[in-house]
């Protein structure tokens, strides 16, 4: 059997479920689709797919915890990197 990672594509029924959980997602949030943030969602459920949560409620579960962790992380990786520059 393949393995859907070792392809780079998504087939449409993958598209759906990514869209599903996505579309949650924003609504959960109050995120406009078409803003940064959702932008930003976006990339973290196709990751997240791409690794392997392909079950929709999985994958809807691990972004929106995803999510909340990302403003933390951000700001940590924007300390590191300035006192790195210092």
């Known amino acids: 059997m393949l393995n859907r990672m070792y392809f780079a594509a998504f ?14 997602l924003c609504a959960q949030q109050h995120f406009d689709r078409t803003s940064a943030k959702a932008e930003h969602l976006a990339g973290v459920v196709l990751f997240l797919f791409h690794n392997g949560i392909t079950d929709e409620a999985d994958l809807f579960d691990a972004a929106s915890a995803a999510s909340r962790f990302a403003p933390l992380v951000h700001k940590a ?10």
């Open 77 to 86: 990786v924007n300390s590191m990197a300035n006192a790195l520059g210092e």
């Open 11 to 24: 087939c449409p029924s993958d598209l759906e479920t990514c869209q599903r959980a996505f579309d949650r």
